[in-house]
């Protein structure tokens, strides 16, 4: 089996075993950025609460369907177009040598390709995280949704009758303004805090992990208002309006600011934490030791 299939298949792995972990924490984040109801009054434990009581346990893994089908492609391309970025860098650039601007680099440009292939997918979790049953499909401004996504498909078909394929992409620049410094760094921060790891041969597990929490929570932190952009662009429509529609990313990050407070802009952060560091830290470690078990070449060590 080629190298670049069994890092395809580490990656897809490791994608879908990080974000079904915490998809319930997920699902309260997606709640909390674009302020459906009073879910950001009621704090974390009672929002979980909330969606137990009105939707049932399913209810923590409503669009978690659409956000492993995105995430198992992004992860796997993500990961494998790291690493061929970083050997064609490497190859074409011997003198950058393997220090950590060539992870980032590579990082950076890995995140923006995943993106790309799998964004639509995104947009449709976003779309159906954000329907709660039996509380309405209200903003916090009042504007109210249309009727409740059937699954991935009604979502995609209902866009593009809305906006066309275009409609698809809408959030795409957020995204990426966040993806590309966020990937970089995380791949950046994980590769520089493994070295510093003892010993020369393979990094424990738990020492994976607490690299991969570190650098999943360093990357995000960086870019975290742009996410909240992406979540408010992603669910705006014709008959949704979250105040009005954004003209762009730097339009939205000041409407958010102006509007809704610059607190909105960091909604969610907490609860992210709390979902990143396992996401990020089983991420990482997952990815490394199906390497090890599919038996994937170590790549070059730094000097």
């Avoid at 498909?153 to 698809?168: M, N, P, Q, T, Y």
């Avoid at 560091?277 to 089983?282: F, G, K, L, T």
Wanted: net charge positive; proline share 6%.
């Amino acid at each position: 089996m080629p190298n670049y299939v069994k890092q395809l298949i580490a990656g897809g792995v490791a994608g879908g075993l990080s974000k079904t972990a915490v998809a319930p924490l997920e699902r309260v984040k997606i709640l909390y950025q674009i302020k459906h109801g009073n879910f950001q009054s009621i704090g974390v434990w009672r929002s979980l609460m909330c969606i137990l009581k009105t939707e049932g346990p399913r209810g923590f893994y409503k669009g978690n369907g659409a956000s492993v089908m995105r995430i198992v492609p992004y992860a796997a391309l993500n990961f494998a177009a790291y690493e061929q970025y970083r050997h064609w860098i490497l190859e074409g650039c011997p003198a950058a040598g393997t220090g950590p601007v060539v992870d980032l680099v590579a990082g950076s440009l890995a995140g923006g390709t995943a993106v790309l292939c799998t964004y639509p997918l995104d947009l449709a979790r976003t779309r159906l995280a954000y329907q709660v049953k039996g509380l309405g499909n209200t903003l916090a401004q009042s504007a109210v949704l249309p009727a409740p996504y059937k699954g991935i498909a009604d979502v995609c078909s209902r866009v593009i009758k809305e906006r066309g394929i275009r409609g698809l992409y809408r959030g795409l620049c957020p995204t990426l303004y966040g993806i590309l410094p966020y990937a970089g760094l995380k791949f950046f921060a994980y590769e520089t805090l493994k070295s510093y790891l003892p010993g020369d041969t393979e990094p424990s597990i738990a020492g994976k992990l607490v690299c991969g929490a570190a650098a999943g929570v360093f990357g995000q932190t960086v870019t975290y208002p742009l996410d909240v952009v992406r979540r408010q662009m992603q669910v705006q429509s014709e008959n949704a309006l979250v105040d009005a529609q954004f003209k762009g990313t730097l339009n939205g990050l000041s409407r958010i600011a102006q509007t809704q407070g610059w607190k909105q802009l960091f909604a969610g952060l907490g609860i992210n934490y709390l979902k990143l560091v396992p996401s990020a830290a089983i991420g990482f470690a997952a990815y490394d030791s199906m390497k090890v078990w599919l038996r994937v070449p170590p790549r070059e060590r730094r000097p």
